[in-house]
């Protein structure tokens, strides 16, 4: 029987390369799978989420396989399942979810009420969300597969376009679902806060949904370079210009109808030289959408971030200027995306030509399972690639 490599946190900074058993179809506690499958994984994805592991700011288990953005082929089925079949090529969505409790039935596949036995309604692979097995390895077992597999209509046309169809399982349903909830729609400006990976899937959700104006604005030039590239305007939160002066020398005024965070707890003050200040989005979100406008705030926020710098915020506590922001009567929508709610639409859209523009502003560098660390590393300084890791070999094969 197969082995299982899979890259493992192993403790700050230090991730490794280590040998697992082959999967069973057995969940964390033991929990009997006969729902579920297991997938042979062609594409395992480095997330920005995973950085917040990674530096340590995230909770998380010595040992603990990380890796959330899988795609891959059925090589077994349990008993129960009936749609999914071996050799399908599959879209994992990062969110663990059960399709039968009143949440899931509610499209909230965030916030399932049976997949994490520690009382939280939250359940998700690589993360300290349930004891689920992380994705960046050669293989993974999934639970309820007919409910959280995604399936692509054909193999070929599917591996054709597999470095497109790979951000499906979080960032791009996730930038999407930021600019949903933000209000996003026909002739909307919007303002993206964070040009990595997931804010960059947010710009092109936003293309995709009609808006006029898209800004996106971070500290790294390297980031920022690769979002003008491809067609964005920038705003660069390292200059002194404050942000809504920026805004104003693109779009004329002060204020954009949207905004989206997709930075999170990590993000940094505004200006030269500015430090850690982990509500420096949302401050300056609730600043500069007009009145009665909406922010989509999918960034990570939470208690136990062992590097913060109050005893508040390390419990998750943070200092919103609300009272001058409440009289803009905004709408504000935190928290995971529920990625089944959008992923077989936008995979609809993918294999349809409609966001042609992906791979351009998502500037991809594939690595082997081996190279995983180092590029952790890259990304932890500030790369602008996304890294999608291939540990069969896969997408070299295909190209």
């Not at 690589?126 to 399936?151: C, E, I, K, S, T």
């Not at 597999?162 to 949903?180: R, Y």
């Not at 660390?373 to 990304?379: D, G, K, N, T, V």
Request: hydrophobic share 35%.
């Amino acid at each position: 029987m197969a082995s299982n490599r899979a890259l493992a946190y192993m403790g700050p900074r230090k991730v490794e390369v280590t040998t697992l058993d082959y999967p069973k179809l057995v969940g964390p506690g033991g929990r009997k799978c006969d729902h579920g499958a297991i997938l042979k994984l062609i594409v395992t994805n480095i997330c920005g989420s995973d950085q917040h592991i990674y530096r340590g700011r995230f909770p998380a288990p010595k040992g603990m396989v990380m890796g959330h953005e899988m795609t891959g082929e059925v090589v077994e089925v349990g008993r129960d399942v009936e749609f999914i079949h071996t050799g399908d090529i599959c879209s994992v969505p990062f969110n663990v979810s059960c399709g039968r409790c009143r949440n899931c039935m509610e499209r909230h596949t965030d916030v399932c009420m049976n997949v994490n036995d520690q009382g939280i309604d939250c359940g998700a692979y690589g993360f300290n969300l349930g004891g689920w097995q992380g994705g960046q390895a050669d293989y993974l077992m999934v639970p309820y597969a007919d409910w959280n597999l995604l399936r692509f209509p054909d193999r070929d046309q599917a591996m054709a376009k597999i470095k497109d169809l790979t951000f499906l399982s979080d960032i791009l349903p996730t930038g999407f679902h930021g600019c949903v909830v933000a209000g996003v729609s026909t002739g909307s400006t919007v303002y993206i806060a964070g040009a990595g990976p997931v804010g960059r899937a947010a710009a092109a959700g936003a293309r995709l949904l009609g808006a006029s104006c898209i800004i996106v604005g971070d500290t790294d030039q390297g980031r920022l370079e690769v979002v003008k590239k491809a067609g964005y305007e920038i705003v660069d939160l390292s200059k002194s210009t404050p942000l809504p002066d920026q805004i104003e020398e693109i779009l004329g005024h002060r204020e954009v109808d949207c905004g989206v965070d997709c930075v999170g707890f990590e993000a940094h003050g505004h200006g030269p030289g500015a430090e850690d200040d982990p509500v420096a989005v949302l401050n300056g979100l609730l600043e500069i959408v007009r009145a009665g406008g909406g922010m989509g705030i999918p960034g990570i926020y939470t208690a136990g971030d062992a590097e913060a710098k109050t005893e508040a915020v390390k419990k998750g506590t943070y200092g919103l200027d609300f009272g001058k922001a409440w009289i803009k009567s905004p709408s504000l929508t935190a928290g995971q995306c529920p990625v089944k709610k959008y992923n077989r639409n936008l995979m609809m859209a993918i294999l349809w030509d409609r966001m042609p523009y992906l791979s351009e502003v998502m500037n991809v560098e594939v690595v082997s399972l081996d190279q995983a660390p180092e590029a952790y590393r890259l990304f932890d300084e500030g790369s602008p690639k996304k890294y999608l890791i291939d540990p069969h070999g896969s997408l070299k094969k295909a190209a």
